[in-house]
């Protein structure tokens, strides 16, 4: 399994940007995707996850960027995308795209503890 992001770039408070996870090695339906954050010094932050077990798609975000923030995938390319707008200096992190095999519908998480598979990270800065 393999994961690497893309997108990441330095862009002004209010601005927009479109992150890329390209997977390989695995079929992206049959995983829990998330995207996740993180600053130095602190903890890994879960930004969205989403899944289709079963055939209904489910999403979850974190509180910080509902309404801002969309997680969407493409099966067909093994692709995972988040959508960014409305950036403030608070959503400078690294961004990573991750992964983990579920087989229950309702079993997506937020919890990096649950992700086996990891990207490499792309960098976001709002200023």
């Known amino acids: 399994v393999q994961l690497v992001e893309s997108g990441g770039d330095s862009v002004p408070v209010g601005g927009s940007l479109r992150l890329s996870c390209a997977g390989s090695?695995?079929?992206?339906?049959?995983?829990?995707m998330g995207w996740f954050r993180q600053v130095p010094g602190m903890g890994r932050e879960g930004v969205a996850s989403?899944?289709?077990?079963?055939?209904?798609?489910?999403?979850a975000y974190a509180d910080s960027v509902k309404g801002r923030f969309t997680i969407s995938k493409d099966n067909a390319k093994n692709a995972l995308y988040l959508q960014m707008n409305s950036l403030n200096a608070e959503d400078t992190a690294m961004y990573y795209c991750?992964?983990?095999?579920?087989?229950?519908?309702?079993?997506?998480?937020?919890?990096?503890?649950?992700?086996?598979?990891w990207g490499q990270g792309t960098q976001v800065t709002v200023s």
């Open positions: 989403m899944n289709d077990i079963g055939g209904d798609e489910a999403t």
């Open positions: 991750a992964a983990f095999r579920v087989v229950t519908p309702g079993s997506c998480t937020r919890d990096h503890n649950a992700y086996d598979y």
């Open positions: 090695g695995f079929t992206l339906s049959d995983y829990c």
